[in-house]
C-alpha cells in the first residue's frame, strides 16, 4: 500500500526565523497522477518521503518522569508524534486543537489504538511540568516528551527530518523556528505519513483511519 500512496498536495516553505514557522521540504514525497486508474490506489491528504524516515531506535524521556518513550506504535497502533514548544503562538495550538478534533471524530476503537506525542523544542522554557500541563490541555492522555540533552533532541528531529531553532535576538528576547509537520509512526518504526501544518483535520482523520486499517491487516 504505501506504494500506491498518492501526494494530495506537497507544501514547500521556508523555515521562518523569529517565529513559530513551518518547514515542510522534508525531502522527497511520494508522487502519482491523481486521475489514475486504478480503483486500488488510495488517495492520501498526507504525504511520505521516499525512502520513509525510520525511527524505531528513536527514544525520549517523558517528562512525568516515567521512563523513555520509544517512537514505534504498538502493534496494530499509531502514533503521532509531533515537534514543537508551549510558546509557539499559532502553529502549535493550532496543530494540537486538530489533534483533538481528530481523536474526537474516531471511532472510540480507533482512537484507543493511537498514542500523541509532542516533544519541545524549547526545553530551556517548556519544563516538565510545563509541557506536560501544555499537552494535555488538547489530548488529556497525551505524552509529552523531553530532554535537556541537545544531541538527543537534535537527533531525535533529524530522524524525522523535522527542523527547529531556538535562537535569541539584538533585543535578548527568544525567537524559535520549527518544521510544522504531525507524523504517524507505525508499529516497525516506519514514518509512513506526515502532514503539512494546514492540513484539515477532516483529511487528516480519513488518512489514518486508512493508516490504522493497514496497521491492524499487518499486526
Known amino acids: 500500500m504505501r506504494n500506491a500512496r498518492l501526494l494530495a498536495a506537497v507544501v514547500t516553505g521556508a523555515l521562518v526565523l523569529g517565529a513559530c514557522g513551518d518547514d515542510s521540504g522534508t525531502g522527497g514525497a511520494t508522487d502519482g497522477a491523481a486521475g489514475t486508474e486504478d480503483s486500488d490506489v488510495q488517495t492520501y491528504s498526507g504525504y511520505v518521503v521516499d525512502p520513509p524516515n525510520e525511527v524505531g531506535d528513536i527514544v525520549l524521556p517523558r517528562a512525568d518522569g516515567s521512563g523513555d518513550f520509544p517512537m514505534s506504535a504498538a502493534e496494530g497502533g499509531l502514533n503521532l508524534i509531533y515537534f514543537g ?99 504517524a509512526v507505525d508499529q516497525n518504526g516506519t514514518v509512513v505519513m506526515q502532514w503539512p501544518f494546514g492540513t484539515d483535520f477532516e483529511s487528516t482523520t480519513r488518512d489514518i483511519r486508512s493508516l490504522l486499517a493497514e496497521a491492524q491487516a499487518s499486526a
Open 85 to 183: 514548544y508551549t510558546f509557539c503562538p499559532d502553529v502549535c495550538p493550532t496543530t494540537m486543537s486538530d489533534v483533538r478534533k481528530v481523536l474526537a471524530d474516531l471511532p472510540e476503537e480507533e482512537a484507543d489504538r493511537i498514542e500523541v506525542a509532542m516533544v519541545t523544542i524549547d526545553p530551556a522554557r517548556d519544563t516538565d511540568e510545563v509541557i506536560t500541563s501544555y499537552l494535555q490541555n488538547f489530548v488529556e492522555d497525551g505524552i509529552a516528551l523531553r530532554t535537556e540533552d541537545p544531541d538527543q533532541l537534535r537527533a531525535a528531529a533529524d530522524a524525522f527530518g523535522a527542523d527547529y531553532e531556538v535562537s535569541t535576538n539584538d533585543e535578548g528576547e527568544i525567537e524559535v523556528s520549527h518544521t510544522g509537520e504531525l507524523y
